[in-house]
């Protein structure tokens, strides 16, 4: 699993004109799953994204997670974050999973953010065509991929 963790002040998501999805302060994550990934992912994953200190605490530091400063989290399915782009001009997708497999997966990792937040997790529509506008707050931008743990 691929994520790319932005640190927000607001994100919106609109499917067919119509918001789903907003939040203020939090993360706005973009989720790839590709074939391989397990539970064991989700587990890893959902605890690194939670714990992740990119909030300033009081001196300006960041030294606080989105736990700690009670945020959102929205999380929106990304199978474009498995682009191959090594051969020619036109990314291949051939790593990114199958909705038959990402879905359940995707539905598990927000489940999992949930049991670990304690909170409702916001999210996109699985497969639509999402117009998403955000507050990158810094800007914080952050990649975690869980197959590379150490």
């Known amino acids: 699993m691929r994520v790319v ?13 119509q918001i789903i999805a907003s939040i203020g302060l939090g993360l706005f994550v973009l989720l790839g799953i590709e074939d391989s990934d397990t539970e064991e992912d989700i587990t890893w994953l959902s605890n690194k994204l939670l714990n992740l200190r990119i909030f300033g605490d009081a001196n ?4 606080l997670s989105v736990k700690d400063i009670s945020g959102d989290i929205l999380v929106v399915s990304q199978f474009t974050l498995h ?4 051969k ?7 790593k990114a999973a199958k909705p038959e ?3 359940p997966l995707y539905q598990k990792f927000i489940k ?12 996109g ?19 975690i991929d869980s197959k590379n743990k150490t």
């Open 5 to 17: 963790i932005q640190r927000v002040t607001e994100t919106t998501v609109r499917v067919n004109q």
């Open 60 to 63: 300006g530091l960041m030294n």
């Open 83 to 86: 682009a191959d782009t090594r």
């Open 88 to 94: 020619g001009n036109r990314p291949s997708f051939i």
């Open 101 to 103: 497999i990402a879905i």
């Open 112 to 123: 999992q953010l949930e049991l670990y937040f304690d909170k409702s997790v916001a999210q």
């Open 125 to 143: 529509e699985f497969g639509a065509d999402m117009k998403i506008t955000l507050v990158n707050d810094g800007p914080v931008t952050i990649f």
